[in-house]
């Protein structure tokens, strides 16, 4: 047997010379690596989305659009932009382009900027996410206010972490 390739040489003929079988074990492994199939690619952010948190030191004053495939821009009035890129396929333990995807595409999201929803003391500064022509806002809890349906709430916290922890922190020499 050959050194380095175990039992494979056993499926080939013993008059054939080391350097043969080494050539057909090459050949085999180009043949199964185009074989297997591809990896599946990551989901992409959808766009058209962006939201002004309500936390933080700027927030009055930033902007956010989802940009596909991965990435968050922040604007911020009088100038500066920055970029953060989200990790695909869930690669890493903060928020990731699946979270988002997922907290964007739940139901509620989407029957909330139809409605133009209004959520708590809308007249204050608040949370805002536009789609195209359509938004919503969720303002500070007030007494008699509509509360936020659970995946408006969702999206709100997570967006709102997104901005406080990761956007504030690494664009803070950018912007």
Request: proline share 9%; glycine share 10%.
């Amino acid at each position: 047997m050959h050194p380095g390739h175990g039992g494979a040489e056993l499926i080939l003929e013993r008059s054939r010379s080391p350097c043969h079988a080494c050539a057909m074990l090459r050949s085999l492994a180009v043949v199964a690596i185009l074989a297997s199939p591809a990896p599946a690619s990551c989901p992409e952010l959808p766009g058209g989305f962006s939201f002004r948190a309500d936390v933080g030191p700027h927030h009055r004053d930033d902007a956010m659009t989802v940009v596909p495939p991965y990435t968050i821009r922040i604007d911020r009035r009088g100038g500066g932009h920055c970029e953060i890129e989200l990790s695909a396929c869930g690669k890493d333990n903060t928020w990731t382009a699946d979270d988002v995807i997922a907290v964007l595409g739940k139901p509620g999201i989407a029957d909330a900027l139809a409605k133009h929803a209004h959520y708590g003391d809308a007249g204050k500064d608040g949370f805002v996410l536009t789609r195209g022509h359509d938004s919503f806002v969720v303002g500070p809890p007030c007494e008699g206010c509509a509360k936020p349906p659970p995946d408006v709430a969702a999206a709100v916290d997570m967006l709102d972490k997104i901005y406080s922890i990761r956007i504030v922190e690494e664009c803070r020499t950018k912007l």
